[in-house]
């Protein structure tokens, strides 16, 4: 499913970017000319996304006629990677034509990902000695969903449900039409009773109505330090407790020291900056 979804992403961008066609590199560059390309890293990063923009480049080949052979690939560093500023990612050598219609979303690709991976990097950083889990969530950008939840991966945090086909979890606006979070769970325990149950809170008071109406997961939303230390006491050895709302990287050590067993963090994804990397021509062949 991911993979055709992928494609699909990639054609479409393909598409938006290239059209009819690169009128510039159409007059510039011989049809038949190959070129030696270096994918630079401008700053310090976390590598994720190599593997989709080989993808990439490989379905941009069958749109140019070519075979998807014809790009070669050499790559000095694995995703997962701390790069620094100034080294050469990856070189690659085939229709030059090919690169340079490819460059564009090639990059914005790898520096989304990469920031992503990069910043995730810190927040799993800032808890690596407390047994805390750092997910992420469902703010991701539209149709790129599989690829940024690869990268939070890639980074040493963790993913969160993928979508809401695979994962139960109750939120205010369900409370407010099912009038209690007693009754949210009551009717989700009754629906789905192979699938464990998550329910967000906003209290104590609904901290304990959750266990007592038998949730598996509650998710803290937006407490502050003390109450998240009061509901973690309470919860103990009952139910499990996600963090969420509001997490930063000033805030997430003081809240993983509470004794929560997940926290969640939209800021993975929805305020990842873009890295700094670039793609050169470095040999006309």
């Known amino acids: 499913m991911y993979t055709s979804l992928i494609d699909e992403v990639f054609r479409i961008a393909i598409l ?4 009819k066609g690169d009128i510039t590199s159409e007059v510039i560059v011989p049809e038949q000319c190959n070129a030696v390309a270096q994918i630079i890293c401008k700053e310090n990063l976390i590598l994720a996304g190599m593997p989709f923009v080989k993808r ?3 379905i941009l080949s069958s749109a140019f006629g070519l075979q998807p052979d014809n790009l070669c690939f050499e790559e000095y560093y694995r995703d997962g990677d701390f790069i620094e500023k100034g080294n050469a990612i990856a070189t690659l050598k085939g229709n ?4 340079l219609a490819g460059e564009r979303t090639a990059l914005n690709l790898l520096q989304r990902l990469s920031g992503i991976a990069t910043l995730t990097g810190e927040f799993v950083k800032k808890i690596k000695d407390i047994p805390v889990k750092i997910l992420d969530t469902r703010k991701t950008t539209p149709g790129l969903r599989f690829m940024e939840k690869y990268a939070v991966r890639i980074a040493g945090a963790h993913n969160h449900r993928f979508a809401l086909y ?3 979890l ?6 407010k039409i099912a009038g209690s979070v007693r009754e949210a769970v009551f009717k989700a325990k009754k629906s789905c ?7 967000e809170v906003k209290s104590i008071e609904e901290l304990e109505e959750a266990i007592d109406a038998g949730a598996d997961i509650v998710m ?3 407490m502050n330090i003390e109450t998240m230390k009061k509901a973690v006491a309470i919860a103990k050895g009952r139910v ?3 963090a969420s709302g509001g997490v930063n990287l000033e805030n997430v050590r003081d809240i993983a020291l509470t004794g929560v067993d997940f926290i969640s963090a939209g800021a993975l994804t929805h305020s990842a900056r873009a890295v700094d990397i670039s793609m050169k021509i470095k040999e006309v062949l």
Do not use: C, T
């Open 170 to 175: 109750i939120k205010d606006n369900h409370i």
């Open 56 to 58: 990439f480049f490989s």
């Open 166 to 168: 695979d994962a139960v």
């Open 240 to 242: 499990l407790l996600e």
């Open 193 to 199: 009773i192979y699938q464990k149950i998550e329910i």
């Open 220 to 222: 803290l939303d937006n």
């Open 96 to 99: 030059a034509r090919l690169l």
């Open 16 to 19: 938006e970017d290239i059209g």
